[in-house]
């Protein structure tokens, strides 16, 4: 999501249906000085503040839906390079009993993430692998 330079750390995006609060506190204890967790929901925050954001910042961990998380590889914001896993969740129900995998308007920005030519040369490789973890 950052710059990206020699000796940086790898980064995460985790991918979810919508801002579930909880998911965001239990992940702020991975923050350091160094990396921080950033939330990029566009219902919180528009896309130019969070094309800012990733662009001043060092992310270790970005969390945010499908279609954000999309927008930002599209603007060329979110790098790429020190991308080192995609945490999908899966698990979490909304009031509809849909997931993430349910409702079209997600899951399609999902698979377009997912197909990325610079992150599907990745999958599986020895070098600059990029795991996909979906729970």
Known sequence: MYMQKEGREDMVVVILLSTVNTVNRALREFQTKDAMVAKLFAKHIKLDEAIKTVQKSRIGIGIGTPARIKDLL??????TGNLSRIVIDGSHVDQKKRTIFDMKDLFDPLLDILRRPELFERYGTDTSKIEIIVY
Not at 74 to 79: C, F, G, N, R, T
């Open 74 to 79: 599209s603007k060329d914001a979110l790098k």
